[in-house]
């Protein structure tokens, strides 16, 4: 059984920066790629950032540029954001693909306001 448990979110004010960490349990093999989601109030979850097994990134281009993905190990997985916005804030969800299945993190709520 895989479970995902993301952290570091928080409140912050424009400009700020924040690192959100996803720890992964259970066995963790022969993934596809590991993403970041996020989803605002009255809006659908929409991808922010994944990492794919070779190593290679993708951004949504509203996060371009300020956000970076990255992992440590087979475990975990992280997601640095810098000069955060108002509309950054959301719930960010952490996920991991495999060819047969995906699992997901229950969320982290960031809060960006001053």
């Known amino acids: 059984q895989v479970r995902l448990v993301e952290s570091g979110g928080g409140l912050v004010q424009p400009g700020g920066s924040l690192r959100l960490s996803c720890a992964a349990s259970?066995?963790?093999?022969?993934?596809?790629?590991r993403g970041w989601y996020r989803q605002a109030p009255g809006k659908q979850r929409e991808l922010v950032a994944r990492?794919?097994?070779?190593?290679?990134t993708f951004y949504a281009d509203s996060v371009k540029g300020r956000f970076t993905i990255s992992t440590d190990n087979a475990k975990n997985t992280y997601l640095q954001m810098n000069s955060l916005k108002v509309e950054d804030t959301a719930v960010y969800y952490c996920?991991?693909?495999?060819?047969?299945?995906?699992?997901w993190g229950q969320g982290t709520q960031v809060t960006v306001s001053s």
């Open positions: 996920n991991i693909e495999r060819p047969s299945d995906v699992y």
């Open positions: 990492i794919f097994r070779g190593g290679s």
């Open positions: 259970g066995t963790i093999f022969n993934l596809n790629a």
